[in-house]
């Protein structure tokens, strides 16, 4: 399918294909997937069912990237820091389980070229700092069958090599060009090499963020500073801490399971949306919580989509959606 144009929006609800349809648009990317939940039935009898229908029949193709775009350094989370004005910022809460470790020999003179191939791919990136290895000297040893070609050493002679082992830490997702770029680099017919899964917290990767703002602020001060930059129609909020404004917790969207983290982390408040009646209850009056309403947290989220694609794809047809798609109203 060739994509005439794209509609970018938080929400691709019934109102939404239809702005596509009138802007000739066959793509819509949102933040908001149109299905949460299994369906067995598609007849049209909810709004999701009819935005699917009409989508299938209009040969628009809805692309939804929520939790994705949600758990990066510089997504949903991002663009919340951004507009309240934080520095320092950090993932709340980081995730395990992305990153590997690369273990490798080779002889002492190719030790640099390897390493230069393995940062090219992306390996030995951590935090703030790239080209991140480790090296140790040792000896190793092999011998080639008849049918081997050694680079050093001759067949069925056992050789012993001077040789420096290499470590480098990389994301998963690089595993195929990381492997790619030391087979290129390495000098060894056959390499020998290790691959670890870490534990280790991956800090780019994980859920809300938390940062500090230049100067402390009072708390209504910040509220209602708050209440303007996120263009929320209501805060509920729970009772001052009398502390300052200084540390900011925030979670685009329902972030009630982070509370935790936040006040472990030290936040005067936690900004998010989606808490219920009773989990307000569980600032205990160590953090100041601030529910700003789930759509005011992630509106903005559609021009980082914008801004993303437009500086990728500078020819395409992209356009934001017009429409307003929160479904709660303010009196």
Known sequence: MLITGALICLDSTEAVLDEAITHNCNLVIAHHPIVFSGMKKLNGNNYVERTIIKAIKNDIAIYAIHTNLDNVATGVNSMITSKIGLSNIRILSPKGGFLKQLVTYCPHENAEKVRAALFEAGAGAIGNYDECSFSSSGSGTFRGSEISNPVIGQKGVRHTEPETRIEAVFESWKTAAVMKKLREAHPYEEIAYSIHSLDNQYNNIGSGMIGDLPEAEN?????????????????????????????????????????????????????????????????????????????????????????????????????????????????
């Open 219 to 331: 708390t209504m001060n910040f509220l209602s500073r708050l209440k303007d930059v996120m263009k929320s129609g209501c805060i509920r909020y729970t009772r001052p801490t009398g502390k300052q404004i200084k540390r900011i917790a925030v979670c685009g969207g329902s972030g009630s399971f982070l509370l935790q983290d936040a006040i472990t982390q030290g936040a005067d408040v936690f900004v998010s949306a989606d808490f219920k009646y009773h989990q307000f209850f569980d600032a205990d009056d160590r953090i100041m919580i601030a529910d700003i309403g789930h759509f005011e947290s992630e509106q903005f989220t559609k021009d980082l989509i914008y801004e993303f694609l437009n500086g990728k794809f500078t020819t395409f047809a992209l356009r934001l959606s017009g429409l307003n798609t929160n479904p709660i109203n303010y009196f």
